[in-house]
């Protein structure tokens, strides 16, 4: 049997940002990475983890989990 | 005869200013819309946009890069004078759409969507099977939909049943700047539809446009004729006379055109200086 896995405070999460890794702190919200980025909201960004929108009114509170996929958009110039 | 009537021209007078344009109950006086594509800078984006006298501008959604430039768009157009419409370009099918859609509702707070699906990048031609199927759903989801097509009159007739807001059917190929090599079904489209007919996509010059509002379509949405000319702003304000003129024809009724090649007088055919002519 394997060892039970104790979780301890400071375990970094990985997520995904766009097909990229990023190694996170535990316990960061999704508005602690979109500022890490230099991302907030007023800049025509949207995010979706899995495929699902998290709306801007859940970034500071949305907690990211080892293992999301993160898909971050703006607005850009097109027709 | 020419007319005295104060009743005919007052109506005549009323028709120099065309009438205004209605899409899910927001109103438009301008039926240019425009793409904010292909600019060579923001600055000149937002000049060409104001000479066009546009209310509605796409803009369409990218991955950000994480560790690269941020695109700064919204800094160059003004939310109190143009409505925003987010496009679906990049999506392959009708899923990544609904997800297109929902990403553009939060981030720029609107249900409008400019429902675009066109996976294959030589031609960009919309896929219509993936269109009607997001249209439905997108609507169930209560967005205002307006789908880019093909001119394709049954398509547009069941994207109208599906609820979408208007349609946008194709003048030719996006970017081509042909102008209206699908007249004759936009036709039909035009003649059967119960909602605003939008042209989009081909439209090269603003004779174009207004050959498409004579026609009866609703509004034009052009993008690459304006950002890509040697001078965007004067063609801004180009298109911006083109859309009015081909309105204001429409509304005025075209006048009857000769089934064949003879010419019919417009000045009277006496003889002038002789009675008899020799």
């Known amino acids: 049997m394997p060892a039970p896995q104790i979780l301890s405070t400071g375990t970094p999460v990985t997520v995904t940002v766009n097909d990229k890794p990023h190694t996170l702190a535990e316990a960061t919200t999704l508005a602690q990475l979109l500022a890490s980025i230099g991302l907030s909201a007023g800049q025509g960004v949207a995010v979706a983890i899995d495929h699902a929108v998290v709306p801007r009114s859940a970034w500071s509170t949305h907690l990211l989990a080892d293992g999301d996929q993160v898909l971050v958009i703006q607005a850009t110039q097109g027709g | ?278």
Not at chain 2, 43 to 57: F, P
Not at chain 2, 91 to 116: F, G, H, P, S, Y
Not at chain 2, 223 to 228: C, D, E, L, R
Request: charged share 20%; glycine share 8%.
């Open chain 2, 1 to 278: 005869m020419m007319s005295d009537s104060p009743e005919f021209n007052q109506r005549s007078l009323s028709k120099m200013n065309a009438s205004t344009l209605v899409i899910a109950g927001t109103e438009f006086s301008s039926r240019l819309f425009l793409g904010t594509g292909k600019y060579s800078s923001g600055a000149v984006m937002a000049q060409s946009l104001e000479a066009s006298g546009t209310q509605l501008v796409t803009v369409a959604l990218r991955r950000v890069h994480t560790d690269g430039a941020r695109d700064d768009i919204l800094a160059h157009l003004d939310r109190n004078r143009y409505k925003l419409l987010p496009n679906t370009s990049g999506v392959r099918d009708a899923k990544e759409a609904v997800l297109a859609a929902e990403l553009a509702r939060d981030a720029l707070e609107t249900n409008w969507v400019k429902l675009e699906i066109h996976p294959d990048p030589k031609y960009l031609m919309p896929d219509p099977i993936e269109t009607l199927k997001a249209a439905r759903d997108l609507v169930q989801r209560g967005f205002v939909v307006l789908p880019y097509v093909h001119a394709d009159p049954v398509l547009c007739k069941q994207l109208e049943e599906a609820g979408c807001a208007a349609v946008m059917p194709l003048g030719a190929p996006i970017g081509s700047n042909r102008g209206l090599e699908s007249r004759a079904f936009l036709e039909i489209i035009i003649a059967q539809s119960k909602v605003p007919v939008i042209i989009d996509a081909g439209l090269g010059a603003p004779s174009h446009a207004a050959a498409a509002l004579e026609l009866g379509a609703h509004a034009v949405l052009v993008n690459t004729a304006i950002a890509s000319a040697p001078d965007p702003i004067a063609m801004g304000h180009a298109f911006k006379l083109g859309v009015q003129a081909g309105r204001i024809a429409y509304e005025s009724g075209l006048a009857g055109r000769s089934t064949n090649s003879l010419a019919q007088a417009t000045s009277p055919l006496t003889a002038f200086l002789s009675e008899s002519q020799s």
